[in-house]
């Protein structure tokens, strides 16, 4: 899934690149989903069918390090905001915020990277 999420984080990188904001949030935020969902599985967990975008963002509050709760936080923000950018508000994210959630993702993927190499 680690792969999966390296995928994404090129892809939301060529999107923000492209000036295709939304699905660079859109796709950055998939990857830390799965990054989320990596990391998940690995400690022998996985999300259910329903509500897993939020059941990923649970588990993650519940075992990164306290200094990474507004990381955490941020990752549900993109969670909500990316259903808005999917399901109606096409055009709503400018390049700032897309660029936000490129950066965001890189970091909280590097967090999930340390946690499977401790």
């Not at 963002?57 to 923000?77: G, K, Y």
Request: glycine share 8%; charged share 20%; aromatic share 8%.
């Amino acid at each position: 899934m680690l792969a999966a999420a390296a995928r994404d984080m090129k892809a939301a990188s060529d999107n923000l690149k492209g000036g295709n904001n939304d699905w660079a949030l859109a796709i950055a935020y998939n990857a830390m989903l799965s990054g989320g969902r990596a990391l998940m599985i690995a400690k022998g967990y996985a999300p259910s069918a329903e509500a897993h975008h939020l059941a990923v963002v649970q588990f993650c509050a519940a075992v990164f390090p306290a200094d990474a709760t507004p990381l955490v936080s941020t990752f549900n923000r993109y969670r909500v905001r990316r259903h808005d950018v999917v399901y109606g508000e096409a055009g709503s994210v400018g390049k700032d915020e897309a660029a936000h959630a490129v950066r965001t993702a890189q970091e909280f993927l590097g967090k999930i990277q340390m946690m499977f190499t401790s």
